[in-house]
């Protein structure tokens, strides 16, 4: 009964020890900066050579709402989205992966008065403030390139947020699961499918009725959506919808990590 | 290949069949998943903007064959970072073998003999799915899985002499970010070069991918032109050779101390 | 019932009936012992004896399967995050953070216990003085030897000032001279006052390092007490060994082949708790040999040890009976013949 009482309110009441958790990774990463830098540049050639070299074959794309819209601008806001799951991913499963099951960093947290539940908030958060640090990098970009329409842009930085909270806590409810390395070739047949199929590269209504439905279940068309809204101002009730979906799934997410973690942490 | 190497071969067989299920699923799937979105998809959108940009041929047919230099380069590429350093760093199982009566040079011939057979795998599974997607124009595809294993080899020599100058893994994102990715985002796979700015095209020229795609994409599309052909080749087999001399050299390096 | 603390003092760590069951395993099986401030308590037993498993409860990350246990007067249960707050760790396997330095693991594992940047860093300097390590403070941890990682452990473990010090091995697989900087090092603490508490399968250490000890064994206790006094209680002064040839232990019918239950025969009867072999059975001729020599005598494999106060004057005896071990050796005797006389085995493998 006493351990319940400790995971229960999990994500709100462990905050501040969790922050030194994320101390710790500020101190790593402060000497490999170019790990954390380069990260930035991935979506960066993403949005070059799909946006602007395919984008030549394409010309340009209907809008949300009728306006044609270059290529380049369709695709950037769905390359945010897509870098805000994948960095939040591989922080959240191989990072953590490695750290439970070889560098043992935890198994020395968890001899301090820090607990499990302060160790997953500590993780997800430090995804989370990578993750921002990418999201203002390349919305920079973006309006130096002119591909930002709207001044309601600026809300797809916490909307990038959102999208890395979500699958970092669902990346690290799967990796409670992973029993080995090989284990994590699943989250690749997630994540890939994810990014190819969610109206990333191409308007939902190239699918047939019944697929877009199915499209419209997964988190990311809902990260793609939200972003691309707010990035070419076509805003809508529908971007509520999707926020509120993608909280929720967070929620859910992190609601089985504070339940995994414990067993997985204490033996 | 010495008979010392194919006991290499024949180690990495035996560790491959306890862990083969993940990564036999992602070699078929993720060349379907890859041209089911951008070769229809995507492509459906560029045939109905701009038919006959690519000469003639749907953007499905001209993707196919790029993916499938691009993905023998991933695998090349993959196959001989994080498994390779393991062997020699974290497992150490190198220095196992170097225990008995094998040599460095057998080693190295070895695994890239396995990599070799990983790569045979992958492109002719991948030749079925293009086969099975309609995106195949001449029967000279055949030879696009030896063009592709040839890719694939070229990445596996050069980055496994990459690797073994490496003391841990910190410099393989790197790798991937600043070389992996831009190649296959730049090399023509996705887009003919001659859309690139003038300045980049040259630097386009000098990389293994744009060769090996331009070599499977001669095949697939029956439009190949044999000079362009032997000189595609020709650039692979030096990266080949070229990177596995570093190899032997790096690897005996990092072993031999 | 009166105020003033004239009784015995609360014990440190209580353990009443502790068990660890895991789904294939009963790890600890219904454990008592206490452990007094200021005390030095040591866990002596074999791999796979559970002594890991009774740490580990103890430091409140592992969940008890059964029993009680207090620590701090705690409960780990409830109050996991206080007590680990008092307690210093130094695990079985390092847990060094391979991505920080030496100076760092320190610091930033003082952060997890609250400490300001100042005083991490303050005691982060003592400490690496304290465990010389003072002059690779800027290193990573990848380089450092064995001994020196253990030792970067026992100051991490230190950087809150913790009331009790558990040490899981804290010497396995170290060199002879990093083991005795090691056990300057814990004298010292054990000085200015720090409850240690150790696990071990090194007698020598145990009788270094613990005021008491408990001897483990199948996950259960099978003695307790300070080392003098369980040498006195379950073994003799002196111990005679002697190696026979391959030849002469076939005769003897003390060959690897031979039947265990025959491998021991007892002269006197002081019989150990829970033990009811040795009531002079035995192999008759192991004893027609050695009647008479010794208090006790247990063939191993590989030697044969004759328990008596005095050992020389058995080995002459031997020689009197005519025969003609290959090598004598005399020695006192330590917790290792403890260990075997309570359980049959040798202590380590
Ligand atoms: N996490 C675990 N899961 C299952 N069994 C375990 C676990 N930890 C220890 N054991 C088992 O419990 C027994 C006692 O182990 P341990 O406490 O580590 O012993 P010691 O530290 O004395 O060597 C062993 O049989 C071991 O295999
Ligand atoms: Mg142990």
Not at chain 1, 9 to 25: M, S
Not at chain 3, 69 to 78: H, M, N, Y
Not at chain 3, 91 to 103: A, G, I, M, N
Request: glycine content about 10%; some cysteine.
């Amino acid at each position: 009964m006493g351990s319940l009482l400790r995971i229960a309110p999990l994500p709100f009441v462990a905050a501040p020890r969790a922050g030194r958790l994320v101390e710790r990774n500020i101190l790593v990463y402060r000497r490999i900066w170019l790990v954390l830098v380069s990260g930035f540049f991935e979506p960066l050639f993403y949005l070059l050579g799909i946006g602007f070299g395919i984008g030549s074959l394409v010309g340009t794309v209907p809008g949300l709402e009728g306006q044609a819209l270059s290529y380049a601008a369709f695709v950037a806001p769905a390359m945010m989205a897509s870098s805000a799951m994948n960095g939040a991913i591989y922080d959240s499963t191989f990072n953590v992966f490695f750290k439970l099951n070889y560098d043992k960093v935890y198994d020395a947290v968890l001899a301090t008065p820090l607990g499990p539940a302060d160790v997953a908030v500590g993780e997800v958060a430090w995804a989370l403030m990578r993750g921002s640090l990418y999201a203002v990098g390349f919305l920079s970009v973006m309006i130096a390139l002119g591909l930002v329409s709207s001044p309601w842009a600026v809300l797809a930085l916490p909307a990038a947020m959102l999208v890395g909270f979500t699958f970092a806590a669902l990346g690290m409810a799967a990796t409670s699961f992973m029993r080995t390395v090989q284990d994590f070739d699943l989250i690749f047949l997630v994540t890939l499918p994810l990014f190819l199929f969610s109206g990333t590269f191409y308007p939902l209504s190239a699918y047939p009725p019944e697929l877009q439905l199915a499209v419209q279940l997964t988190p990311l068309y809902h990260g793609v959506d939200l972003i691309r809204g707010l990035t070419t101002g076509a805003l809508g009730p529908g971007l509520l919808v999707d926020a509120a979906y993608l909280a929720a799934l967070g929620l859910v997410g992190l609601a089985i990590v504070s339940r995994r973690l414990e067993k997985l942490l204490l033996k | 290949m010495t008979v010392a190497a194919l006991r290499v071969v024949e180690h990495n067989a035996t560790y491959y069949r306890r862990t083969w299920r993940g990564s036999v699923v992602l070699t078929f799937l993720s060349p379907v998943l890859f041209l089911a979105a951008m070769g229809l998809g995507l492509g459906g959108m560029i045939d109905r903007a701009a038919p006959g940009v690519l000469s003639g041929v749907s953007y499905a047919a001209f993707l196919a064959p790029g993916l499938l230099a691009a993905q023998a380069m991933n695998t090349g590429t993959f196959e001989s970072t994080y498994p390779i350093m393991s062997r020699i760093l974290w497992r150490r199982t190198y220095h196992a073998v170097l225990a008995t009566p094998l040599s460095v040079r057998d080693l190295l011939v070895g695994e890239l003999a396995w990599i070799s057979l990983r790569l045979l795998m992958m492109a002719a599974a991948f030749l079925a799915v293009m086969l099975l997607f309609g995106v195949v124009r001449s029967p000279l595809v055949v030879l696009a899985v030896p063009a592709a294993v040839l890719t694939g080899l070229a990445f596996a020599a050069c980055v496994t002499a990459f690797t073994a100058t490496q003391t841990n893994d910190s410099g393989f994102s790197s790798l991937f970010r600043f070389v992996i990715t831009p190649l296959f985002l730049f090399s023509g796979t996705f887009f003919p070069i001659e859309r690139l700015p003038e300045l980049l095209r040259p630097v386009a020229y000098l990389t293994p991918l744009y060769h090996g795609v331009s070599l499977t994409r001669g095949l697939s599309l029956g439009t190949l032109d044999p000079t362009g052909a032997a000189i595609d080749a020709a650039v692979l087999a030096a990266y080949a050779v070229g990177g596995a001399i570093a190899a032997r050299i790096t690897l005996g390096r990092a072993l031999v101390k | 019932m009166t105020s003033v603390p004239t009784g015995p003092i609360d014990p440190l760590i209580q353990a009443r009936g502790l068990t660890k069951r895991f789904p294939a395993i009963t790890a600890v099986d219904a454990i008592d012992f206490d452990v007094a401030p200021g005390e030095s308590f040591g866990f002596l037993g074999p791999n796979g004896a559970g002594k890991t498993s009774t740490m580990r409860m103890i430091g409140c990350v592992s969940p008890i399967t059964a029993g009680s246990l207090r620590v701090f007067g705690l409960d780990p249960t409830a109050d996991g995050p206080r007590i680990r707050a008092r307690l210093g760790v130094v695990p079985q396997s390092d847990t060094l953070d391979l991505e920080l330095t030496v100076r760092e693991n320190l610091v930033i594992y003082g952060r997890y216990f609250d400490l300001s940047r100042g005083e991490a860093g303050r005691r982060a300097g003592e400490l690496l003085e304290f465990v010389q390590l003072a002059e690779r403070s800027g290193d990573k941890v990848e380089p450092l030897s064995g001994g020196m990682r253990r030792r970067l452990t026992i100051a991490r473990a230190l950087i809150n000032e913790p009331d009790l010090l558990l040490l899981d091995e804290p010497t396995t697989g170290l060199d002879p001279q990093a083991r005795h900087l090691l056990w300057e090092r814990l004298y010292r603490l054990k000085q200015r006052g720090v409850t240690l508490v150790l696990t071990t399968h090194y007698m020598d250490e145990a009788e270094q390092l613990c005021d008491r000890l408990v001897i483990m064994d199948k996950a259960r206790i099978v003695a307790e007490g300070s080392p003098r006094e369980l040498i006195e209680r379950y073994a003799t002064r002196e111990v005679l060994e002697l190696r026979f040839s391959e030849a002469d232990r076939e005769a003897l019918g003390t060959g690897p082949g031979a039947d265990p239950a025959d491998r021991v025969a007892s002269g006197d009867d002081r019989a150990a708790p829970g033990e009811s072999r040795h009531d002079g059975r035995g192999d008759g001729r192991l004893d027609e040999r050695f009647a008479g020599l010794a208090e006790r005598v247990e063939a191993l494999p590989d030697r044969i040890l004759l328990y008596t106060a005095d050992g020389e004057a058995a080995a002459v005896a031997v020689h009197e009976r005519g025969l003609l071990p290959e090598s004598v050796l005399v020695r006192r005797s330590s917790l290792e013949d403890v260990f075997l006389r309570l359980t049959g085995r040798t202590l380590v493998d």
